[in-house]
Nanobody, 124 residues
Framework: QVQLVESGGGLVQAGGSLRLSCAASGRIFSDYAMGWFRQAPGNEREFVATIAWSGSSTDYADSVKGRFTISRDNAKNTVYLQMNGLKPEDSAVYSC?????????????????WGQGTQVTVSS
């Protein structure tokens, strides 16, 4: 079992930055690939970013590429999402997820554990 707790969300103006954190406990964190997903009201959950167990491989949704950066610190059992150049359309509940497979993935069904999410609101 892996427990995930997100933090760092909030209200920010367009063009601003936020850094989300996801702290993991339970199983060996470094064995898991990690991902960030988001869901806005009335929308389906969508992929944002993913990072492999080693941190050596990452992938991003086209909508955030060049603005968001995913990273991890396996010694701290934490994955981060640095979000720069935020836009109103980035507003959503952001959730982190862990995948036993270890390899990065865009697909939510490949993730085994999910956090509760943190709200990000970007004002125009």
């Amino acid at each position: 079992q892996v427990q995930l707790v997100e933090s760092g969300g909030g209200l920010v103006q367009a063009g601003g930055s936020l850094r989300l954190s996801c702290a993991a406990s339970g199983r060996i964190f470094s064995d898991y690939a990690m991902g960030w997903f988001r869901q806005a009201p009335g929308n389906e959950r969508e992929f944002v970013a993913t990072i492999a167990w080693s941190g050596s491989s990452t992938d991003y949704a086209d909508s955030v590429k060049g603005r968001f950066t995913i990273s991890r610190d396996n010694a701290k059992n934490t994955v981060y999402l640095q979000m720069n150049g935020l836009k109103p359309e980035d507003s959503a509940v952001y959730s982190c997820a862990a995948a036993r497979s270890g390899g990065r993935s865009r697909f939510s069904y490949q993730y085994n554990y999910w956090g509760q999410g943190t709200q990000v609101t970007v004002s125009s």
